[in-house]
């Protein structure tokens, strides 16, 4: 039987630019306030970037991110209500993204846990979003940076693609994307039909570029705020009757 599926929130927050180190003593102190949230089994705050190339110059000081996994809906409702945390943040942010999952597909580890439980291939209908990870072999990083740049500039001009982020826990070495789609389609013909990343996951066994490695994808209950200005909305309520187990 599959564990019952989590709650997966991401925050992601623009401060101006001389905010930036109030943002930066927030990733240390953001960790203790969550030390005993109720209901929280999963924690990671994160680094931003364009991810055009994973190295330090892609990195973006004014957008900061959290992503929180959660027993289920009841406790990720109570942190979104208010809690110190996310108070704390809005003290210095300028803008916040705010993105509600629930887990339809996970593969992989991320720092040696299976942090979206175990669900069952799904399918579902309307916008669909997915996470990857990877912790890179430091022999093997330049070949990994000299790959990524024809992945990254086809990703985006993929139809479908409504946002992609680089998402790091380090600046280097710690690798990862957060992106949105229109729907699974779209982000299916981008995963095994386009030929850059194709190409990149048939090195990716030849190169042994990762010590670990997880990609999930996400049924999108609700996105709400704005990234670098620009407005997102989408509401497809907590458990959208569309999506249903694959047959």
Do not use: C
């Not at 985006?156 to 680089?166: E, H, K, N, S, V």
Request: aromatic share 8%.
């Amino acid at each position: 039987m599959p564990d019952q599926l989590p709650a997966v929130l991401l925050q992601v927050w623009g401060v101006e630019r001389a905010k930036v180190p109030s943002a930066m003593l927030r990733m240390a102190s953001t960790r203790r306030l969550l030390r005993q949230a109720p209901g929280l089994r999963f924690r990671k705050l994160l680094g931003t970037g364009s991810g055009r190339s994973f190295t330090v110059r892609d990195a973006d000081p004014r957008h900061w991110a959290l992503l929180t996994v959660w027993d289920d809906d009841a406790p990720a409702a109570r942190f979104l209500d208010g809690h110190p945390a996310l108070d704390s943040w809005a003290a210095v942010s300028r803008e916040r993204l705010d993105v509600h999952l629930r887990p339809l597909a996970s593969r992989g580890r991320w720092s040696g846990t299976e942090p979206f439980g175990n669900p069952l291939p799904g399918k579902t209908f309307g916008p669909v979003a997915a996470i990857t990870r990877a912790r890179i072999r430091p022999r093997k990083a330049l070949t990994f940076w000299r790959a990524v740049p024809p992945v990254s500039l086809d990703l985006r001009q993929t139809p479908g693609l409504q946002l992609a982020i680089g998402i790091g826990e380090a600046p280097v070495g710690l690798q990862g994307t957060f992106s949105l789609w229109d729907d699974a389609q779209s982000l299916n013909d981008f995963a095994h039909r386009r030929r850059p990343h194709v190409e990149a996951i048939r090195r990716t066994e030849q190169e042994r570029w990762y010590v670990e490695e997880l990609f999930a994808r996400f049924a999108v209950t609700t996105v709400r705020g704005s990234y670098h200005g620009r407005s997102f909305e989408i509401d497809r309520g907590a458990r959208p009757d569309a999506d249903r187990p694959s047959p």
